[in-house]
């Protein structure tokens, strides 16, 4: 596992210096990847986690982190940041993957991940990590804690912006509904919910838990502005991120599909993969494919990219 320590820019991504879309695409994909590099590291020292959902959720953890939140990891607690808000607990392990790539943790700390005495608890803690804004457990919170900062946020007239990331399986939750109607209520476009939507729970497949689709036209009913993308499409992501920014008048949500082990075709296709456990050999074949299929769809975009031009070279 690496243990390089990261330097840390001077302030968010909005302040960086602009890249192609290109270039800002592909810096993304791999901060993807190394997500998930991070979250099969940290896995590996408990030999079992809530790997499958790290995977699948670290194209979005990626562009928010990198992207979207205007922070400073170098000051978690700068009062003028935006803030994300992981009410899914069990989550965790993505975020401390996503803090890790995004500066705000030392990478070498992702190796004490669930271990008596590390700030890397298996379930997210407020006051043990750095960058972790509210501790998750009881699922359902998240979105009333993001309604009442987005209130408060705004009569301190501040900018800052909440973004709480939960689950599909949150939306079984009648207190989650509550925070909806409460943000639409009180008109707060200063908060963006995310809703990862891996049609897997605990007790099974989200649809023979509790339907919930249609997703988006629901959010929509409680007043909100509702956007549905592919989660595992940068490209997509990023498009969907910058048409939420010029939202105003009304909360907005990202629904976003992803799929459980993302980028790992040995733990996509795990019947039980709400929490994974690997076996021992299995680790490094899980980081091979990771390698691979990032190779392989790295190759194929710039083929796409190879044909697109000699099409329009062949227009003109």
């Known amino acids: 596992m690496a243990s390089s320590a990261t330097t840390t820019p001077a302030a968010g991504p909005r302040t960086a210096p602009p890249a192609s879309h290109a270039e800002r695409l592909r810096a993304l994909r791999e901060s993807a990847y190394r997500i998930r590099t991070h979250a099969l590291n940290m896995a590996e020292v408990q030999g079992q986690g809530y790997v499958g959902q790290a995977l699948g959720v670290a194209d979005v953890l990626a562009v928010v982190y990198k992207d979207v939140l205007n922070h400073r990891p170098e000051d978690p607690e700068w009062p003028g940041r935006d803030r994300l808000l992981l009410s899914i607990g069990h989550y965790a392990i993505a975020l401390y993957a996503a803090l890790a790539e995004a500066g705000v943790l030392d990478t070498a700390e992702l190796e004490t991940y669930g271990s008596d005495g590390s700030r890397l608890p298996m379930s997210g803690m407020a006051t043990y990590t750095p960058g972790m804004e509210i501790s998750g457990g009881s699922l359902g919170h998240g979105l009333g804690i993001a309604a009442g900062l987005g209130l408060g946020l705004r009569h301190q007239g501040s900018r800052a912006h909440v973004y709480n990331l939960l689950s599909d399986g949150e939306l079984d939750e009648g207190s989650t509904w509550e925070a909806a109607l409460a943000c639409a209520h009180h008109g707060l476009d200063n908060v963006t919910a995310i809703v990862d939507v891996n049609a897997l729970q605990a007790d099974g497949p989200t649809n023979g838990v509790l339907r919930t689709e249609p997703v988006t036209d ?16 940068v490209d997509a992501l990023v498009a969907a991120f910058d048409s939420l920014r010029t939202h105003r008048g009304s909360p907005s949500v990202l629904v976003c599909d992803t799929r459980v082990g993302r980028g790992v075709p040995m733990l996509e296709t795990r019947e039980k993969a709400h929490f994974l456990r690997v076996e021992e050999h299995e680790w490094q074949i899980a980081r091979d494919q990771l390698t691979e299929r990032c190779h392989a769809e790295c190759a194929d975009r710039h083929a796409d990219r190879n044909a697109a031009t000699a099409d329009e070279e062949h227009t003109v």
């Open 218 to 233: 629901k959010w929509k009913a409680f007043g909100w502005h509702a956007v549905r993308v592919d989660g595992n499409d």
